[in-house]
């Protein structure tokens, strides 16, 4: 009896979890924090159908990738997380918070929530993917060529931003950045091989001379780049 009691007990604190957070209005308003960070917790695939303006995405269901696109957000400024119904974001929120998040919350009701609260979602459009024959033609558009296979969305590719920057800046006029949206550009990306983003390719007369999965310091970079 006292086990049935146990489970019960835990079974119900975990669906009064799943329904904790705060509404679409307050949720908005955080948004609007100097510093907020904007997670989806969905699907690639549910994300490209409608999200909230500057997000990040981070596919709770997947908890390798989850746990590596995370470790690039901030544990101390304030993190707004999101899902279709709110229970897989009060989930990952609960995760988040027992690995060093100071600050989450979570959109109760979800994105349903949001909607029938009259608010809008980020629209998407239907962007041709890239030709494997433009990719060709790209990677011969200079003797050196880095390419980055990334995202708007993805945490570690924001990260890197910077650090490309810099990049040309420093070296001007000795390669060509070339871009593959990785959540568009899905037929390059399964021809290529790359199967998580960032990955940075460089090629030198049109032949690939080395490839970096995830984050690379400007060091690196510059080291492959003038070889």
């Known amino acids: 009896m006292k086990k049935i009691v146990s489970i019960l007990f835990v079974f119900l604190s975990l669906a009064g979890y799943a329904q904790d957070g705060v509404t679409a209005a307050a949720f908005e308003k955080r948004m609007q924090l100097p510093h907020s960070q904007l997670l989806d917790v969905r699907t690639a695939s549910e994300f490209r159908t409608g999200h909230l ?7 709770w269901l997947n908890k390798e990738q989850f746990a590596e696109r995370v ?12 899902c279709a119904a709110g229970i897989r974001s009060a989930q990952a929120a609960k995760w988040l918070v027992e690995n060093g998040f100071t600050d989450v919350q979570n959109l109760k009701g979800g994105l349903t929530a949001w909607k029938l609260d009259g608010k809008t979602v980020e629209s998407v459009e239907n962007t041709a993917q890239l030709s494997l024959e433009k990719y060709r033609e790209q990677t011969t558009s200079a003797a050196w060529v880095l390419v980055n296979f990334g995202a708007e969305w993805c945490p ?9 920057a810099q990049l040309q800046a420093d070296l001007p006029g000795v390669f060509a950045l070339q871009k593959v949206d990785g959540g568009n550009d899905i037929e390059v990306m399964k021809a290529l091989k790359v199967e998580a983003i960032p990955t940075f390719v460089i090629y030198r007369k049109g032949k690939e001379v080395w490839r970096r999965q995830g984050m690379v310091d400007l060091t690196e970079l510059k080291k492959q780049l003038t070889k």
């Open 156 to 164: 570690p590719c924001k990260k890197m931003e910077p650090v490309l």
């Open 71 to 82: 470790k690039y957000l901030d544990k101390n400024q304030p993190l707004l997380v999101y």
């Open 53 to 59: 303006k500057n997000s990040l995405q981070a596919d």
